[in-house]
């Protein structure tokens, strides 16, 4: 693989990674628009809002099946497509089944390219021999912020969900398509292509991934409490406004986005075991200057600390993964990828129940505890198994891109 392969490779993941930001966010902001248009009963929601993370599971688990026969690039290829043709049919359906069946196809869509890009990114990075992971989920938290913005512009404007989803498909499902030339699983450093095959970090072993696997939960469950309680925690217990209460998310989008920027930078230079430490450290630090928080501007600092806390550790857990299975990259990250979805379905009602029992302060602590336990499988986060000169030396950094 070339040098110039490697970096057109690496732009156009990149441009899937935003892709998929844009479209996850216009879906996600508009689930009151979608409710209305639908007339989904407030009881009947909440089925389909966790049907379509169950449904991305089940995609994961296919996509973990289907790359043993063809390329993850061949799966992206598809899946994006259909993704953002499954948003327009959550946009343009009349009855409550269409909105089913777009949801249905969105959900398992969903898994199927979240799990291929990331295995893309393990292999990619691999290929480069220096972290670039972090630079690929900052390019979905930009995605993000985009998406909500279009988002907001559309409910500002009164548009229809059609209206507001139409112009960004036509336009993102061409250029989507396109970069879709460039794709590459890049190689090995010894030459072969990653992500498949046996030999020494061949075997997949779940008691192995296991660390990983928790990992990622607590992740997700810190960053869903985020996304569902921030605004009702600033309003209902810190006492902000409605406008100001809208802050927080918006600030912890932006902070991720800055962390990850720079993620990778500090993974080269203090290693990923420091920086996951670090990061895990920083989010607990925000929740416990939430649960404490005696206004709402200090309530906004401890969002913020979540913001840049967080934004690391899923992408680094995904590499670690990489790292840990060498030969069996593609497996790891599809099994993996499903507790991205139990940690998204887990947290939300965890906070809410422990809030309407106990107090939302107190519920706050229960992810910083979580956040907490990463520490205690840091060592997962380590350097990759011995393939270079029998593990006591690692290779100099490829001058690539």
């Known amino acids: 693989m070339t040098d110039a392969g490697l970096r057109h490779g690496r732009a156009s993941l990149g441009l899937s990674f935003g892709v998929q930001g844009v479209a996850f966010a216009l879906l996600v902001t508009r689930i009151p628009a979608i409710q209305d248009r639908y007339g989904i009963s407030d009881g009947l929601l909440p089925v389909f809002l966790a049907a379509v993370p169950i449904l991305a599971g089940a995609g994961s688990v296919a996509t973990e099946r289907v790359v043993a026969r063809v390329r993850p690039s061949v799966v992206l290829r598809w899946a994006q497509p259909l993704v953002l043709l499954a948003l327009l049919g959550v946009g343009s359906g009349r009855e409550m089944w269409h909105a089913a069946v777009a949801l249905g196809v969105f959900g398992l869509a969903v898994g199927a390219l979240d799990a291929s890009m990331n295995m893309l990114g393990v292999r990619l990075q691999r290929a480069y021999r220096r972290s670039i992971m972090t630079g ?63 030999g020494a970090g061949g075997a997949l072993s779940f008691k192995l991934l296991l660390p990983l696997c928790l990992i990622m939960t607590f992740a997700y469950i810190g960053d869903s409490t985020v996304s569902n309680w921030s605004a009702k925690y600033l309003q209902d217990v810190l006492g902000s406004s409605e406008q100001l209460a809208t802050v927080p998310y918006n600030v912890y989008m932006v902070t991720t986005l800055l962390g990850r920027a720079v993620g990778d930078l500090g993974v080269r230079r203090f290693g990923a075991v420091a920086v996951v430490r670090g990061g895990s450290l920083l989010a607990a630090g925000g929740f416990a200057v939430v649960a404490v928080a005696p206004g709402a501007r200090v309530g906004m600092l401890g969002f913020t600390m979540l913001g840049f806390g967080l934004c690391v550790i899923v992408p680094q857990t995904f590499a670690a993964a990489g790292r840990m299975f060498p030969e069996n990259s593609d497996a790891a990250v599809a099994r993996l990828n499903i507790f991205n979805y139990v940690g998204f379905l887990v947290g939300s009602p965890l906070v809410g129940a422990l809030g309407d029992a106990w107090s939302y302060r107190g519920a706050m602590l229960v992810p910083m505890v979580l956040v907490l336990a990463t520490l205690v499988y840091a060592r997962a986060f380590g350097p990759e198994p011995a393939r270079y000169g029998g593990g006591h030396e690692r290779p100099r950094t490829a001058d690539v891109g």
């Open 136 to 198: 690929f989920h900052a390019v979905y938290s930009l995605g993000g912020i985009a998406g909500a913005s279009l988002a907001w512009a559309g409910a500002r404007w009164e548009l229809s969900l059609l209206a507001s989803y139409l112009p960004v498909v036509a336009v993102l499902l061409p250029a989507a398509l396109i970069g879709s030339r460039w794709y590459t699983e890049g190689k090995a450093p010894d030459g072969t292509k990653g992500g498949v095959g046996g």
